[in-house]
């Protein structure tokens, strides 16, 4: 009995002192915004535009300390810009509110959306890791080929699901794997490193690949331009692909395996599920999927918006049955609730004026077109690093829209792929974390792959949307 209320008190002070280290930074991050807003806003803003510059400090800050989960940050730019925009409450004239509020129904959020419920198809159905078996199956036995195969599959994987649903899904079938190599055999390294960079990268390759891409869409949108789901495939696949090769090389050389084969027949994932999958609903969902890919792919031909074709795998696995309202509940909402604040944040900088007054000062900094675009591109790797890359991305690329207007696309596009090559640190992305998880790897193991990616991957992304924006179309 004693030792259960020790435990008790134990869990409580615990509980305790998170909650107080989480109010004690909320409360930090509050007062000095309110201070830098005070003090040192620039000059000649509107009350509308300080309160819009005060609600970017705070979300910057809240997203860097994680002071409240990112989500959370997502819900409070909405009441927020509902209450002291909407209201004179605070002595500001009240604007209509409706465009922030209408971020939940954006295309982008059907897009993502769509993708969800497909991504839930293929669990549902065992998809996943029928694919992942019979990939490990067919690679063959060699160190090198064992680690491309995964990294392929999670590179393609990535580009569909999510990438943190495509990690852990690999993670499951080949961590018993590495625990059979033993911590001191290197290719186990090279494995737990290979895949989440493969699946952070591979978010690169599609719209719905990661929410960065989404919100580079969807603020391209409100500017009046379109970037379709296969154009913007041609922008992200070749550096998604590259990227993932650099890698698997680079992970060989560092990480060389004392094996001349891997047996992988213990790594086909521990746990085994009971039910079969129903082949109706397999079916369904399959043929749902290639439908749905193909009208993506193809929007330039029939004109069909993405979002209302993202509608597809909605009506069709919900109508048959495939997906029920348990699997709805366990959806990412609070991805859809972060990047529905993070559009309304973007929208809110635009809207004001301030963005236009941030590009005002940016504009006296006499860098030319690549160059003013690397920094842009760069800082929001480095950002990504240390928060999440959806709201580093909702911060810079409104402001390089309208610091560079006539490259709005390639300087949108070219921020969403660089915020995919934040991979520096465990906590960079969530494939880093989860692999990181496993307890085979520590802190320092991240930085040489980190460092390759962050370095390599914006530059690449620049130079592969300038090539194909202004001399391939």
Known sequence: MADSRRYAQYLLGKVFHSFINRLSSFSGVLLLCFLITYFFSPEGLDHNQRFVFFLLLFSVGLWFTEAIPPFAVGILILVFLVYFLGSDVMGSDAVDVSPYINTWSSPVIWLLLGGFFLATGLRKC???TAILRWVLSKVGSRPSWVLFGLMMLSLLGSMIMSNTATTAMVLAAVVPLCRNLGPEEPFSKAILLGVPTAAAVGGMGTIIGTPSNAIAVGVLNTTGEDVSFGMWMIYGMVPAILLTLLTWRFLLIRYRSKYSKIEISASITEE???VAPDREAKRITIATLL???ILWITTPL???HVAAIAAIPLVALTASGVVNAEDLQRMPWDTLMLVSGGLALGLSMQKTGLAELFVANLEGIPLALIPMLILLCFVTMAMS???????????IVPLA???LPLQAELAAVSIALSASSALLLPVSTPPNALAYATGMLQQKDFRATGLLIGIVGPAM???????????LF
């Open 126 to 128: 065992q998809m996943d």
């Open 302 to 304: 029939h004109g069909f």
């Open 385 to 395: 690093n240390i928060m999440s890359n959806t709201a580093a991305s909702t911060i």
């Open 461 to 471: 992304a620049i130079a592969w949307v300038y090539l194909v924006r202004y001399l």
């Open 401 to 403: 829209i309208l610091l």
């Open 272 to 274: 085994e599920i009971d």
């Open 291 to 293: 439908l749905t890919i």
